[in-house]
């Protein structure tokens, strides 16, 4: 069993930087295949941003978000960040972060995830 945890959220203004962190606590190795970032606004569904695979930490983006934010992970703590720079009015949301023992063939199905976060509130003035 895993559990997530974010940290890192608030308020901010445009042009900004934050950091995410996502905990894992899980007994022993922790035995995910990758993790990722997904952010949601009211009325809309729960969007993916970005992915990192545990093993060989290669990244993946969404197009919104390419260039200004980073995604990483450090294996010894099991902890995931996310970096965002340069952000964006529309960047506001609450991030997820989750947690998938399997690669199903695509990052951005939040069905395919396995464990979440609770999420953490990020808002980006203008």
């Known amino acids: 069993q895993v559990q997530l945890g974010e940290s890192g959220g608030g308020s901010v203004q445009e042009g900004d930087s934050l950091r995410l962190s996502c905990a894992a606590a899980?007994?022993?190795?922790?035995?995910?295949?990758?993790m990722s970032w997904f952010r949601q606004t009211p009325g809309k569904e729960r969007e993916w941003i970005t992915s990192v695979t545990w093993s060989n930490g290669a990244t993946y983006y969404h197009w919104s978000v390419e260039g200004r934010f980073t995604i990483f992970r450090d294996k010894d703590t099991k902890t995931m960040y996310l970096q965002m720079n340069s952000l964006k009015s529309e960047d506001t949301a609450v991030y997820y972060c989750?947690?998938?023992?399997?690669?199903?063939?695509?990052?951005?199905?939040?069905?395919?995830?396995?464990?979440w976060g609770q999420g953490t509130q990020v808002t980006v003035s203008s």
């Open positions: 989750a947690a998938a023992r399997y690669y199903s063939g695509s990052y951005d199905r939040s069905y395919s995830y396995d464990y």
């Open positions: 899980s007994e022993g190795f922790l035995d995910v295949n990758h």
